[in-house]
């Protein structure tokens, strides 16, 4: 990396680096019989038309060729109070290792598995790949799917839950009501 200024010091920065938020997403990806996971705390929305969304993940982790290969991802959202997965995904498997084995889940568009321990997911196609030079990647993928789960919502809310993506599928589904009732009212 080219720079005439040396980067800050993490520790003199981390009180304000500290803000930005960040939270626990497993990103997941499969090619053939090779299937993958990774969490990653770094995910941002940057785009809204299409839709897109970054992640930073740690180099060197078995996930990498498989995304690459895949062309796809998804990232999983889970529940703060969820203690299974980021234990089971900590660590990088073996390679070859199949990781959701004895992990029940989903296949989403794309060929990502998807716990169905997660609240939900969104199924990304790679636009782009970056090696910053540091010990982290970055993928920008363009959002082909999102759903929330199922299992996820009939569970009803949870202590220390993510209210936030229960409340947007309540208002999503709210205006999708009031949009069926407007029709009908204008007799369509």
């Not at 785009?47 to 993940?57: E, F, G, I, K, Y």
Request: net charge positive; charged share 20%; aromatic share 4%.
């Amino acid at each position: 990396m080219q720079t005439d200024k040396p980067a800050a010091i993490r520790s003199s920065v981390a009180h304000v680096l500290d803000l930005v938020p960040a939270s626990s997403f497993l990103l997941t990806a499969a090619f053939g019989e090779l299937r993958s996971a990774v969490m990653v705390r770094f995910v941002q929305q940057v785009a809204t038309q299409p839709p897109m969304v970054l992640v930073a993940m740690e180099k060197g982790h078995t996930t990498s060729p498989i995304i690459r290969d895949a062309r796809n991802f998804a990232l999983c959202i889970l529940d703060r109070q969820e203690r299974v997965l980021p234990r089971l995904f900590a660590q990088s498997p073996d390679q070859g290792v199949d990781a959701f084995l004895t992990v029940p889940h989903l296949t989403v568009p794309g060929g990502a598995p998807v716990p169905t321990r997660a609240l939900g997911y969104i199924a990304c196609e790679v636009v782009r790949h970056l090696d910053i030079e540091a010990d982290y990647e970055v993928y920008i993928g363009m959002v082909h799917h999102a759903a929330l789960l199922e299992s996820s919502r009939s569970k009803g809310p949870r202590p220390g839950g993510s209210g936030a993506h229960r409340s947007a599928a309540k208002r999503s589904k709210g205006t999708a009501r009031v949009t069926r009732v407007a029709s009908r009212r204008r007799g369509g």
